[in-house]
């Protein structure tokens, strides 16, 4: 047991999670709780034995673009390519880019919603250029000859 590791609660109570299992702690009495459930013994009034107080792991991230206008550009740039490389997880059930795949591609992970949108417009992109190419490609109208009209004369 490490010192580090003891908690105190003023009650009676059972904490119970996948992370650390099932814990009692009796009012008072230090108990020795695994690194990884310090948050959550926390969230329930524990504190540490020694006194200290509880600081988080901040994990760094890579610094993302905030610029709006600059997220949409670069998740539009990428597209066409995931539509062609078109691998396994790249795309949800419902067809759209997955938005976990953006992060090694561009460097940071967009929203969903983003990512919907620079969708919708290339599928309309997409969609105008075929419709396009469909009506260049189209054969020119046949052109009937005009009857002439029976007249009273004609008779």
Same mark, same amino acid.
């Given at each position: 047991?490490?010192?580090?590791?003891?908690?105190?609660?003023?009650?009676?109570?059972?904490?119970?999670?996948?992370?650390?299992?099932?814990?009692?702690?009796?009012?008072?009495?230090?108990?020795?709780?695994?690194?990884?459930?310090?948050?959550?013994? +926390?969230? +329930?009034? !524990?504190?540490?034995?020694?006194?200290?107080?509880?600081?988080?792991?901040?994990?760094?991230?890579?610094?993302?673009?905030? =610029?709006?206008?600059?997220? +949409?550009?670069?998740?539009?740039?990428?597209?066409? !390519?995931?539509?062609?490389?078109?691998?396994?997880?790249?795309?949800?059930? !419902?067809?759209?880019?997955?938005?976990?795949?953006?992060?090694?591609?561009?460097?940071?992970?967009? =929203?969903?919603?983003?990512?919907?949108?620079?969708?919708?417009?290339?599928?309309?992109?997409?969609?105008? =250029?075929?419709?396009?190419?469909?009506?260049?490609?189209?054969?020119?109208?046949?052109?009937?000859?005009?009857?002439?009209?029976?007249?009273?004369? =004609?008779?």
């Amino acid at each position: 047991m490490r010192p580090e590791n003891l908690m105190v609660l003023n009650r009676n109570a059972v904490l119970s999670s996948i992370v650390v299992g099932r814990i009692v702690f009796q009012a008072g009495v230090p108990v020795c709780v695994p690194p990884r459930g310090h948050q959550e013994a +926390m969230a +329930m009034g !524990a504190e540490f034995a020694s006194g200290a107080k509880f600081e988080p792991k901040q994990t760094i991230l890579p610094e993302e673009e905030t =610029d709006l206008t600059k997220r +949409m550009q670069a998740i539009s740039a990428i597209l066409p !390519a995931i539509v062609e490389r078109n691998r396994k997880g790249d795309f949800t059930a !419902a067809g759209i880019p997955n938005t976990t795949i953006f992060r090694d591609l561009i460097g940071f992970k967009p =929203d969903a919603r983003e990512v919907y949108a620079c969708w919708r417009e290339l599928q309309s992109k997409t969609a105008i =250029d075929k419709q396009a190419v469909q009506i260049a490609n189209r054969p020119a109208p046949k052109t009937r000859k005009k009857r002439a009209k029976k007249t009273e004369t =004609d008779e």
